[in-house]
Each structure stands twice: as C-alpha cells, then as structure tokens.
C-alpha cells in the first residue's frame, strides 16, 4: 500500500462561506495538508490556471453553491482540464440524484457540511491515494 505523506499535499478548497474554509483548513493543516482558499469557482479556475506561480494541486474540495462560477460548472471544468486532479464535494445542501451525477462523472467523494474532521482528512486521504493506483 502506497504511504501518503500530507506534507507534499496542496488541497485547493472552494466554499463561499468564509467560516467553512477556515474549519476545513484548521482541520488539514492539522494534519500537515497544505490549503489554499478559493470564495468561489471562477477564483478556483484562476488559481489553477494561474501560470506564473505554476501549482501543484493534488485535491479539490469544492462548494455547489457559490456565486460567480458555481460549484457543477466548476467541477466540469475540473473534470475537463484537469481531469488528474480528484475532486471532493462538500455542500450543505445533499440531493442524492445530484451525488450520483458527481460520482458518475468522476468526484471521489460527496460529503454534507458539517463534516467530521475524521471524515474530511479520509476523504482527502482517499482522493491523494486515487492518484497512484496503477
């Protein structure tokens, strides 16, 4: 089994609500992630496609609604350009047609706020290890 080491893990977090971002990234810093914020998708996108100060974002936990570019036309996108990096959902608003949807196309997990501590960091644990599975 393949060890994940946290530290060598940038986690981009895309959530509208200021005090969700600053949980989830107490919560992975905790556990030695590195987290970068986003308010909504269209600031997600630039910070990916940011191309003088080139990322390696190896996860994505992303809102559904957000202002601007909300959270499905975001994960298309990501899905799209990115399709390497996993993405996790994270709403506040759980519909179960529309986490069958996600999981068709690709998210590795669909988590309802508030979550767990334990059950983000395994989620993000889980979505790391989805990129080395050869």
Do not use: Q
Request: charged share 30%.
């Amino acid at each position: 089994m393949t060890m994940i080491n946290p530290m060598t893990t940038k986690v981009l977090v895309l959530d509208d609500e200021e005090s969700v971002r600053k949980v989830i990234r107490t919560h992975l810093s905790a556990a030695g992630y590195e987290v970068l914020e986003a308010e909504n998708g269209e600031k997600g996108i630039e910070i990916l496609n940011d191309k003088d100060h080139p990322l390696s974002v190896e996860v994505i936990i992303c809102d559904i609604r957000m202002p601007k570019v909300n959270g499905t036309e975001a994960i298309a996108y990501f899905r799209r350009e990115y399709p390497s990096i996993p993405v996790i959902v994270l709403t506040g608003y759980p519909d179960v047609n529309l986490a069958v949807e996600f999981m068709k196309k690709g998210v590795v997990e669909y988590l309802v706020k508030p979550v767990e501590k334990e059950k983000l960091i395994e989620a993000v644990t889980k979505a790391k290890r989805s990129l080395y599975k050869d």
